[in-house]
């Protein structure tokens, strides 16, 4: 009966500590979770532009909140204005219009077709991904719960 009342003592402290750590192992899981978009996204923009010395893909930094309770992509520029890193993600993302021809012969006919250049959507082509990649940092936390609470 004592081995059983130590048993159960020792599995409450266990308990106690996984309670304590859910903190640290929040913010770990988002660490993880944002690298693994940071390389998802990185991958699309490869294959979505002609990025091949990195000039786009390389600006792209992971950030995860201050009290580790969630994880980003997004440019890591600090600057701000019409040619500053951010926007011209934004640009490239979302895409961006065109000056309109400014002929006022009635016979002009511009050789621009069309007004708008459609966005490349590299954020969004890596959001079907997020799912798979949170659901496998979470089943490997929970491997990582249930072998420390097993004592392991």
């Known amino acids: 009966m004592p081995q059983d009342a130590d048993g159960l003592r020792q599995f409450a402290k266990r308990c106690d500590a996984e309670v304590k750590r859910k903190r640290a192992d929040q913010r770990a899981i988002h660490e993880r979770l944002g690298a693994r978009m940071q390389s998802e996204v990185r991958s699309q923009i490869r294959g979505k532009l002609n990025d091949a010395h990195g000039h786009i893909s390389g600006v792209q930094a992971r950030v995860v909140g201050s009290g580790g309770g969630y994880a980003a992509v997004r440019p890591s520029g600090t600057d ?68 420390r609470l097993e004592g392991r």
């Open 80 to 147: 701000s204005g019409p040619d500053s890193l951010n926007a011209i993600t934004n640009y490239l993302e979302n895409g961006h219009a065109i000056r309109r021809p400014s002929g006022r012969n009635p016979r002009y006919r511009p050789r621009i077709k069309m007004l708008y250049v459609s966005g490349r959507g590299f954020y969004n082509a890596a959001r079907p991904s997020l799912p798979h990649m949170l659901q496998s940092e979470v089943d490997r936390w929970g491997r990582e719960v249930a072998g």
